[in-house]
């Protein structure tokens, strides 16, 4: 059999390697992977980074990042801040045309903040606008803002895309418009077609108002991540948004290949439920912390850095007197002890039960699976029952979001540049599914949002990350090393942190 | 993995003849050299000047390793130096706390760059510029020469430095600490300048010179230590310096890191019909070629740092660190994680550059107050921002 | 002439009416599994919690089973398949399926000509090719999607580790994902056509069907006058085939929705597959109505093939085949 299947196999290589390559034109596309494809071009209704990144080819906001990061006016020309910060002016740009021709104007900002304000609209990104309070017309290039409170920086907020309201009825922009199947915008790139292969074709937008230099982008959906690497290897794909961490020791030796950091405020956490019973005692949540053998869960799934506390060890508010726990099995034995559980035929029994737990994870985690087995052994070995589950992202969404039933989850989280954790620690985030409370460190996230001077913002945070994790609401694990890689045939490349895309009409190919 | 294609399209030639190649050919000369000083020699492969000056033998006129951990110490410090300026002016560019033409942002800057203490010391009007001058002060004594050096470093290794006084933080320190290494290096040589410092070393193993001694001429033409090496003779003569200058686009910078990688590549690939497997086995363990390539490119990074083309220096010191290897050894000096952490700030880039710098701060604790500061200067910048969190 | 006249309409209701249940319990099965699967397309979204009295009434999510299932039904008969949920938001169904569902038949139409004709090649062979195909057809009923996956990733890693030392340049290699592979997908439609039972199942039958008709007294007389039996063996061989294929259909497109997942192609499978996913109740319900639709309409070309044949054999029977 086995001889068989190798001749077969022999036969099929022989018959691949007879087939035509692919040529390779000069007007040749940016091809980039992502592992799944945006599910709506539309900036107003975007949920997932792969939206967020595509949107920023195609579409502009009144302020955007200029390449140190500072905020600049994108499709405003000039702004005139009020005296009691409470309005603003903004003039905008008179050379800009939407993909479709018509002219871009202040009517396009107008709806573009009543729409996504609009209740009926049902926009994901509605709280980008809640601090505005009113928005008037008051020239064709010229539009006011008002506020609900004191803006001392409105610009760095007004970043949001801008839709044509040509292209929409009335001050809603429902997701079933026919925009949905031939986006406008007013960037680089313009949408080019759906294709069969679930790719996005776009090209570049000849009236742009400044330079542009790709020809063509392709999105392109490679769903089995394992495959990416190795496609940005062959050459049939330029660029890789995020890479394995168990890709990246084999990108970096490959010469047609460059990698540059990419979203690095991640971290991955075992959370408890804090209202099932075994969580509730800290004797349990301690001792379960000490049996964790985290370097070694580590160790299979790339490299990384593990944590203490809920930010990655380069954020400044990693409080870095909080030392990594080791595991220790009498220590753990003791805490067990301690918490009236008693060893009884290799399992910690309490009232005649075993203390057996299930930890829940998503199944599009990428190595979420080898994680859970070792952890699973783990555990075992020092006497507590593991079941696993995993979760696609609507039962996830639905039984741990929604529902808070669960026992342990294992799961990430990723920050943009604020590291803001309110809604995961406070007693009122929305993100706090473990209902884990403390009003000591509520005060302290409170303030931390109310800070206003760098140094006690920071030492408030600090002193969050010691608090917490004293009270082990999850169990912290690491950091992953994370880049995005590109083709040498890329060049100028400049990869925003966050939205990647940001300063790619500098791109080029070659 | 040498045998890619690359996508460099020019012709590269191979690495011009280097102390690796030389090494590769001849283990046995190497085993030699390095059998008086053998730890010291070590903890240079290392990229640990600190160890390297402690396990060296007394006095630099009988030591080419206590030489070479000068220099290095020299140059770390300087990339320190460079560091500390960047997030100073980060901060005051960032934040436009004050008027530019304010006498305060001034010193602040000036400071950074370690220049005109005497007229900040005379003009210091309130409470907040006498901190701030005390320090100054101190500073100045040092390269006056009327502070002693172990003050100076007992001052620099001190944990007060940053808790003391916050605000007070001295942006200045690691400057002086170049230049009293520096003056170290010239005192233990018994030489006037750098240049004359340096031709007393005796063997270039380990250094950043793509030739088997180090050459002269390349010392007469370079302008400071800190350039050393970025742009050799030997290089320019192989096309792979011919500009001599940093490139003013990031693009450029890119196509000559590539003609490098690939020159060490050529080089590297033609190790088996030169050297037997005693001397490959010894380039491919220590990582030769690739702590060779880093060091050209480190130096360059700091040239183009010090002539203000940031995106050239980003794009160099990226490229030069080596992201599998976990903070300071053989594969990344600190000066890598140093310029790294310079590159980003200089480029708007302060949260990553936070994580450039976190690798070293255990093993370089004097680091502390310099990466609070940066700390500070990341949370200002985002301090009117909303925040954003996702799963996966 | 009247009494069949009569009983091709009472037979054509009853076509209607099997056509009409299959359908109403297709959608009625997708349409309760998704219900039942924990958490809705709203879940999806990031603010999804205050989205939810806006988009339930939308989507239509705040009704109960019985009403959704009714209002999918009315919406059927308009010819409307809604509009996409998550995978493709406010997209049309029809427009969103149209390619890959013609991909996907296509597939399985080639893969159910690979069947007919190894099983053909079969039972027209003797000696090794005979046995070899015998003990294929054995080998086919194993689970292969799987092993062929890895045996997919083999290759390409030993192809990968060619070119990375230099050995090769880079083949257009039929298991990158990104690429039109012919390749590719010629092998999933002979994995389709020959996997999980598929040729094995083809083989019994069409032995069983050549025994049939090699028996029949009017081959056996035609033989005995010397004349060629082949045009009787395929005018009587046409008729136990079409309803062998319709039976086989919802196998082979069930096997689709693997195989287009295991090889990454394009269809509408992987189409369903990401539906269920995301929760995406049109799209799901919509790409199973289509599938659905299409094997009552080969039972029913099947019927009447038969029928034309045979007059005496009965629509309802065929579609039940």
């Keep these: 059999m086995f001889t068989k299947l190798t001749q077969r196999t022999l036969f099929l290589f022989s018959l691949f390697m007879i087939l035509p390559k692919t040529t390779s034109a000069s007007s040749q596309p940016l091809r980039y992977a992502e592992d799944r494809a945006p599910a709506i071009i539309n900036p107003i209704f975007a949920t997932s980074m792969s939206e967020a990144r595509i949107n920023e080819l195609i579409f502009e906001g009144l302020f955007s990042d200029d390449q140190e990061l500072r905020v600049q006016p994108q499709l405003a020309q000039r702004f005139v801040l009020a005296q009691d910060k409470l309005s603003m002016v903004i003039h905008l740009r008179k050379d800009v045309k939407w993909h479709d021709g018509y002219d871009f104007t202040s009517e396009d900002v107008r709806f573009t903040i009543e729409a996504m304000r609009n209740k009926k609209t049902a926009s994901t990104e509605s709280g980008r606008v809640q601090w505005i309070k009113a928005v008037m017309v008051q020239g064709p290039h010229t539009v006011t803002i008002t506020f609900n409170d004191q803006e001392f920086a409105p610009s760095e907020r007004l970043q949001f895309k801008i839709l044509p309201a040509h292209l929409f009825r009335g001050d809603v922009a429902s997701r079933t418009n026919k925009f949905r199947n031939h986006p406008v915008g007013t960037g680089p790139m313009m949408f080019d077609s759906y294709n069969t292969d679930n790719s996005i074709s776009l090209r570049k937008f000849p009236d742009y108002y400044g330079s542009a230099r790709l020809e063509k982008v392709v999105m392109r959906e490679v769903s089995d991540k394992n495959y990416q690497a190795k496609l940005l290897a062959y050459g049939s794909i330029d660029a890789l948004v995020r890479v394995m961490p168990r890709d990246l020791s084999v990108l970096q030796a490959n010469r047609n290949v460059e990698l540059y950091p990419y979203q690095t405020n991640s971290w991955w956490y075992l959370g408890y439920n804090m209202q099932r019973s075994f969580a509730k005692d800290p004797n349990v949540r301690a001792a379960l912390e000490l049996m964790v053998d985290r370097h070694s869960l580590l160790k299979p799934i790339g490299t990384g850095e593990l944590l203490s506390g809920p930010f990655v060890r380069s954020s400044p508010y990693y409080n870095h007197n909080v030392s990594t726990s080791r595991p220790n099995q009498s220590l753990a034995a003791n805490l067990m002890q301690e918490a009236g559980y008693a060893l009884v035929n290799n399992k910690w029994t309490k009232d005649g039960e075993p203390l057996s737990v299930t930890i829940t994870t998503q199944r599009d985690l990428d190595a979420a699976l080898e994680v859970i087995v070792n952890l699973q052994t783990q555990l075992f070995n020092q006497g507590i029952t593991v079941h696993t589950q995993f979760y696609d992202k609507a039962e996830w969404r639905a039984k741990i979001w929604g529902q808070s039933d669960f026992d342990i989850i294992l799961s990430m989280w990723s920050f943009d540049r604020t590291e803001d954790i309110y809604e995961q620690f406070h007693s009122t985030g929305s993100r706090n599914f473990g209902n884990y409370e403390n009003p000591k460190v509520d005060t302290l996230l409170d303030q931390a949002t109310s800070a206003r001077d760098p140094q006690e913002k920071r030492s408030t945070l600090q002193l969050a990350h010691k608090t917490i994790a004293a009270d082990d609401p999850m169990i912290f694990l690491w950091t992953l090393d994370s880049y995005s890689a590109l083709s040498t045939k890329v060049n100028n490349v400049v990869i925003h942190p966050f939205y990647f895309f940001t300063w790619a009409n500098a791109w080029y190919l070659q | ?392 | ?321």
């Design chain 2, 1 to 392: 993995m040498t045998a890619c294609n690359t996508g460099v399209q020019q012709d590269v030639a191979s690495l011009p003849y280097s102390w690796v190649t030389a090494l590769a050919e001849d283990p046995t000369v190497f085993k030699d050299s390095i059998e008086a000083e053998r730890s010291a020699w070590i903890a240079l492969h290392s990229n640990d000047p600190h160890k390297a000056l402690t396990k060296s033998k007394a006095t630099a006129s009988q030591s080419t390793t206590r030489v070479r951990a000068l220099v290095d110490l020299t140059v770390l410090f300087d990339d320190l130096a460079l560091l500390s300026g960047q997030i100073q002016k980060g901060t005051f560019r960032d934040t436009m706390l004050v008027d530019e033409q304010d006498h305060r942002t001034q010193a602040a800057i000036a400071a950074a760059e370690c220049h005109g203490f005497t007229d900040l010391i005379s003009n210091a009007k309130s409470t907040e510029d006498i901190k701030l001058t005390t320090r100054l002060k101190a500073h100045q004594a040092l390269i006056d020469g009327t502070l002693a050096p172990q003050e100076h470093l007992a001052l620099g290794e001190s944990p007060l430095l940053y808790t003391e006084s916050k605000r007070g933080y001295d942006p200045c320190l690691f400057a002086a600490q170049r230049d009293f290494w520096s003056s170290q290096l010239l005192l233990e040589t018994n030489t006037d300048g750098w240049r004359e410092a340096l031709s007393t070393i005796k063997s270039p193993l380990f250094s950043v010179w793509t030739t088997a001694h180090i050459p002269p001429e390349d010392l007469s033409k370079t302008d400071t230590l800190a350039a050393v090496g970025a742009f050799t003779t030997a290089l320019k003569d192989q096309g792979l310096a011919e500009k001599q200058r940093i490139p003013e686009t990031n693009t450029d910078a890119r196509e000559q890191i590539r003609a490098l990688t690939k020159s060490i590549d050529l080089e590297k690939a033609s190790l088996p019909e030169r050297a037997d497997t005693t001397g490959q086995a010894l380039v491919a363990e220590l990582s030769l070629f690739q702590g060779l390539r880093q060091k050209i490119l480190l130096s360059r990074a700091r040239s183009a740092l010090k002539a203000n083309q940031f995106q050239a220096a980003l794009t160099y010191a990226s490229e030069a660190i080596d992201i599998g290897a976990k903070g300071v050894g053989p594969l990344n000096s600190a000066n890598a994680f140093v310029l790294l952490t310079a590159a980003r700030i200089a480029n708007g880039r302060t949260r990553e550059a936070m994580d450039a710098l976190q690798p070293i701060l255990n093993s370089h604790p004097y680091i502390q107050g310099l990466y609070e500061q940066l700390g500070d200067l990341v949370v200002r910048e985002n301090i009117n921002r909303t925040g954003e969190s996702k799963e996966n």
């Design chain 3, 1 to 321: 002439m009247g009494r069949i006249d009569s009983k091709i309409i009472s037979q054509s209701a009853s076509v209607v009416v099997i056509a009409a249940a299959t359908l109403i319990g297709a959608t009625l099965t997708i349409e309760t599994l998704l219900w039942a699967a924990p958490g809705d397309p709203i879940d999806l979204l990031p603010n999804g919690a205050s989205l939810r009295p806006i988009l339930e009434i939308e989507w239509g999510l705040d009704r109960s089973l019985s009403e959704r299932w009714w209002d999918a039904l009315i919406r059927l008969s308009k010819g409307d398949l809604g509009t996409s949920m998550s995978v493709r938001p406010g997209l049309d169904v029809w427009t969103l399926i149209a390619a890959p569902v013609q991909r996907s038949l296509l597939w399985a139409g080639l893969a159910m000509v690979t069947s007919v004709v190894l099983g053909l090649i079969t039972i027209g062979t003797k000696g090794t090719i005979h046995r070899l195909l015998h003990v294929l057809g054995i080998v086919s009923i194993a689970p292969l999607f799987l092993a062929t996956h890895m045996a997919v990733n083999t290759i390409n890693d030993i192809t990968f580790g060619a070119i990375s030392s230099g050995y090769i340049d880079r083949p257009n290699f039929f298991a990158l994902p990104l690429e039109e592979s012919l390749v590719r997908t010629v092998l999933a439609i002979f994995l389709l056509g020959f996997a999980s039972g598929n040729l094995y199942e083809w083989r019994e039958e069409i032995i069983v069907i050549k025994n049939r008709i090699d028996t029949s007294d009017y081959v056996m007389a035609t033989r005995s006058r010397g004349l060629p039996v082949w045009q009787h063996f395929l005018y009587n061989a046409i008729p136990p085939l079409a309803s062998l294929v319709v039976a086989r259909i919802p196998l082979y497109l069930g096997g689709l929705v693997i195989l287009e997942r295991l090889f990454l192609l394009e269809g509408a499978g992987a189409l369903l597959w990401n539906a269920a996913l995301a929760r995406d109740y049109a799209l799901a319900s919509g790409l199973t109505l289509v599938f659905a639709s299409f094997v009552i309409i080969t039972r029913l070309i099947a019927s009447l093939i038969q029928l034309q044949i045979n007059p005496r054999h009965s629509l309802s029977h065929a579609s039940n085949a």
